[in-house]
């Protein structure tokens, strides 16, 4: 595969191909994680003034938005963007995109083979500055660094799937790979020396084994939050705030059915309620709500760890997502975002399938 | 539990089965009276939130049942079903939460005899399981 060799690091190479987008006119817009080098504080940003690059760290292990949830209405605005995506947040647009929730038609979308991101109480608490270095150095020998979003340590869809430029680090140096017919249109007059290149196997087999090492704990630890009453003692201390669905890249509901008049109780259904069980617990229906999405949409969780991440009493949603998810994307060999034209599996179906059912 | 009286729902599609519970009466062969039918227009009407909220407002088991594959009344409806009862299914069987107090069946406008049989056996199930945790829980 074209691949280009990158001489300084991956963030300052990355930052100098956006710029040499924005200023040859080939992108509108550019979407990237930025950070204020005095103060530290990050955020995503859309860029349009190539001046505006000095604040851009296109590779901070940090997620403060699903960029594949905020890139899904800007993509559909006309305009040229190239956006730096995370694999899960590529992976999170592209099951948009299934969706008609965005548009890969004015996108190159660059990414990169995925150490994973810090909780977003490590930005809080302002011990980034210290981790980073550190995060850097662990993953670019293949190795898992400390502190990392619980879904991330457990991560095996690392590299990325479907991106026009793919971006590997290993202690062999740093590449850009281009995979598609966009990526060698947009790069072309980027300096850099042209290669013929592929990703280190061996780095990748290395970080796949923590990772699935890690993995296997995460969904053993989840083993006591099943059965009605597990689940009762996982959300027992849920406040119903639905924030885990807001951010999440998947969840795309204008009016989700649960923030409805179907789930508005009324005083005859705690009257109901209450003389059926004797009780009842306020906010209702938290399972109920999580049950909800796991059905509809858990076969195509992406494993960000968004939910647990902004979840405000930290219950372990992400876990869940991917390990049901696992499950229900099995039932029909679907791998979430690995591929647009690939339909999501509710709307279709074989004839022949499922024959022990009915 | 001899005396126990599970409350159970059963999603009926308009065109097949809903027939069918109506041959299987007017053949005058015995039904469970545990057993209340709410009649939709397809099988693929049945949206997940529909059967979860029904196991909360207290039912202890839900059969949902349409037309045979193939025979669906609008072409496909049924495959549709079949692939979303696969979901729920399987989301209840990862959270260890009964899986067995739900199912689906395809039953035809012609078999009545095979109603009465599908309708017994999975009332009989349930009798056996016992009333729905998730009905009786004073923490939901």
């Not at chain 1, 690392?158 to 202690?171: C, K, L, R, W």
């Not at chain 2, 529909?50 to 839900?62: P, V």
């Amino acid at each position: 595969m074209n691949s280009i060799v990158m001489k300084q690091d991956a963030s300052t190479a990355i930052r100098e191909l956006l710029a040499y987008l924005l200023s040859s006119s080939r992108v509108d817009a550019v979407l990237t994680m930025r950070q204020v080098p005095e103060t530290g504080s990050c955020d995503l940003g859309l860029i349009t003034d190539p001046s505006g690059m000095v604040e851009a760290e296109p590779f901070l292990p940090v997620m403060t938005a699903n960029a594949g949830q905020a890139l899904s209405s800007i993509s559909m605005s006309g305009k040229r963007i190239a956006a730096v995506l995370k694999p899960c947040e590529l992976r999170g647009f592209t099951e948009r995109v299934k969706r008609e929730q965005g548009s890969f038609d004015n996108l190159l979308t660059i990414s990169s083979i995925c150490g994973g991101v810090f909780p977003l109480e490590k930005v809080i608490s302002g011990d980034l500055e210290k981790l980073v270095p550190r995060y850097i150095e662990k993953t670019a020998r293949a190795e898992a660094p400390r502190g990392l979003r619980e879904t991330c340590k457990a991560c095996e869809e690392f590299v990325p799937m479907n991106a026009d430029i793919s971006v590997s680090v290993t202690e062999h140096g740093s590449l850009m790979h281009l995979h598609s017919d966009r990526a060698e249109e947009y790069t072309e007059g980027f300096e850099g020396e042209r290669i013929e290149a592929r990703a280190d196997q061996s780095h990748i087999d290395r970080m796949m084994k923590s990772r699935s090492a890690a993995k296997g704990k995460l969904f053993q630890s989840l083993e006591k939050s099943s059965g009605l009453d597990g689940l009762v003692d996982l959300f027992g201390k849920c406040v119903g705030c639905h924030g885990c669905s807001r951010v999440c890249p998947i969840c795309y509901c204008q009016h989700c059915d649960f923030e409805s008049i179907n789930f508005d109780y009324n005083q005859p259904y705690f009257q109901e309620s209450l003389e059926a069980r004797g009780a009842l617990r306020l906010p209702p229906d938290t399972i109920l709500f999580q049950l909800g999405r796991l059905t509809h949409m858990s076969f195509s969780c992406v494993g960000c760890g968004m939910c647990s991440d902004v979840c405000p009493v930290s219950i372990p949603v992400a876990g869940i997502f991917k390990k049901t998810g696992e499950r229900t994307a099995g039932l029909f060999d679907y791998v979430p975002g690995r591929d647009s034209e690939e339909p999501i599996p509710v709307m279709v179906f074989k004839e022949e399938e499922l024959g022990d059912i009915g | 539990m001899p005396d126990f009286h599970p409350r159970i729902i059963g999603f009926l599609c308009n065109w097949c089965t809903y027939a069918a519970a109506d041959l299987a009466g007017s053949s005058k062969l015995e039904l469970p009276p545990e057993f209340t039918v709410i009649r939709v227009m397809c099988s693929s009407r049945i949206d997940h939130n529909l059967i979860l909220s029904t196991f909360y407002r207290g039912a202890d088991g839900i059969l949902v049942a349409g037309c045979h594959p193939g025979d669906c009344h609008y072409g496909e409806g049924n495959y549709y079903a079949r692939r979303r009862f696969a979901l729920l299914k399987k989301v209840m069987e990862t959270l260890d939460l009964e899986p067995e107090r739900l199912e689906l069946r395809w039953v035809s406008a012609a078999e009545g005899n095979r109603y009465a049989e599908v309708v017994n056996e999975f009332t009989d199930r349930i009798r056996k399981l016992g009333p729905s945790p998730i009905r009786t829980s004073t923490r939901l």
